[in-house]
Structures are given as C-alpha cells and as structure tokens.
T-cell receptor, first 113, second 116 residues
Framework: DQQVKQNSPSLSVQEGRISILNCDYTNSMFDYFLWYKKYPAEGPTFLISISSIKDKNEDGRFTVFLNKSAKHLSLHIVPSQPGDSAVYFCAASAGGSQGNLIFGKGTKLSVKP | ETGVTQTPRHLVMGMTNKKSLKCEQHLGHNAMYWYKQSAKKPLELMFVYSLEERVENNSVPSRFSPECPNSSHLFLHLHTLQPEDSALYLC???????????????FGAGSRLTVL
C-alpha cells in the first residue's frame, strides 16, 4: 500500500499562473516532507521541505502547505514559468527510520508559454 | 567533480551477464542510497548505507548485491537479472543528522538498465 500518493499524473498550466501540486500521505509518523523536481535524463533535485510542526514554508516562487489533520500537502508555484516543466515528486520521512524517504509516483507539470 | 556521479549512464545486459553500477559522491556525506525507478511506479528504496554499514535492505532479490567500500563510493553488482529488472537506478547521498532536520538526498543522474 502506498504511503505517499500523488493522484494527478499530470498538470498543465499557463505561464504566469499558479501551479498547485498535491500530495496525500497515510503514515501519521512522518515528520518531514520534501518536494523534488526531475527533468528528463537527470536525477531528482531537491526543491523545498517542511517539518510536520509547521503548516507553511516559502522559498521564492515555491510554497509548501501542510494540513496534518487531512494528511495532505501541496506545492504552489507562483508565477509558473516554462522552465518549471518537469516531474515533481513528493517525499516523506519518519524519525527513527534513518531518514529514509518514501516517494510518490510524481506529477508531470507542463507550463505553456 | 562535484555532486553525485553515476556510471555507466546506460547499460544493456543479457540475463546471464554480471555487471556493476558505480556511484561516487564528492559532498562529504555520511549516507548513500540506491533507489529503483520503474515506469509508473514510485521511486523504490533498495539499500541504505550509513557510515559504510548497510542499515537497510528492502527485501531486494539477491541478484542485486550492494557494496560500499568507503563513504564516497557505492556499487550495485548485478547478476542473472530478469527483464522486469529493467529500470532507472538512482544513487543518492545525504548528510544524515538524525531527527534534527529533513534528510535531504542529493541524487545522481541515474543508470538506465535494460535487461534482454
């Protein structure tokens, strides 16, 4: 059973608008959540993280929101740019597990000029 | 070189071959990982090495054999693989600090494996 779920395989957004990528999880022991971006023929690169004791973390155009009661997090990209087109992975880790990351299947974001 | 380097980038092998994937990190990290990415599946954690000791083996078949000779190098030895083992194999490293902060992994570009 998947502990981290990204239910939208793809998302298409117009340049300049907001992109919202969603992620749900089942394990209440997760204490850190991370977002990674992956371009074709490259490895995933770290974007932003959030601790379970916070509900928001912002870094430039990227903001992650965490709703612990709903076991849901989202990544907002504002404004979206064509260079943001990539696959976005949500990941989570539980304390005491060597920090091992459990990943979702990813959402492919396409930002159209 | 900086970051995490994986070689080869592409590998085609028959089911009776023996080959190895190599990973090298130049970040001074204390943990290294092998992940497998198959089509339409999440990244699957295969092995974790912390301070050169294997700390996790996620029920991976014995035809995959990891080796971590030092904190900068990680190998994945492949023997009598099956066609369903064809996938992208990603190496990663991190500076694991226990519960004080997110464990941010830095990934290599991956080795694309095709088993015929």
């Amino acid at each position: 059973d998947q502990q981290v779920k990204q239910n939208s395989p793809s998302l298409s957004v117009q340049e300049g608008r907001i992109s919202i990528l969603n992620c749900d999880y089942t394990n209440s022991m997760f204490d850190y959540f991370l977002w990674y971006k992956k371009y074709p023929a490259e490895g995933p690169t770290f974007l932003i993280s959030i601790s379970s004791i916070k509900d928001k973390n912002e870094d430039g155009r990227f903001t992650v929101f965490l709703n612990k009661s709903a076991k849901h997090l989202s990544l907002h990209i504002v404004p979206s740019q064509p260079g943001d087109s990539a696959v976005y992975f949500c990941a989570a880790s539980a304390g005491g597990s060597q920090g091992n990351l459990i990943f979702g299947k990813g959402t492919k974001l396409s930002v159209k000029p | 070189e900086t970051g995490v380097t994986q070689t080869p980038r592409h590998l085609v092998m028959g089911m009776t071959n023996k080959k190895s994937l190599k990973c090298e990190q130049h970040l001074g990290h204390n943990a290294m990982y092998w992940y497998k990415q198959s089509a339409k599946k999440p990244l699957e954690l295969m092995f974790v090495y912390s301070l050169e000791e294997r700390v996790e083996n996620n029920s991976v078949p014995s035809r995959f054999s990891p080796e971590c000779p030092n904190s900068s190098h990680l190998f994945l030895h492949l023997h009598t693989l099956q066609p369903e083992d064809s996938a992208l194999y990603l190496c990663a490293s991190s500076h694991f600090r226990g519960r004080s902060g997110a464990n941010v992994l830095t990934f290599g570009a991956g080795s694309r494996l095709t088993v015929l």
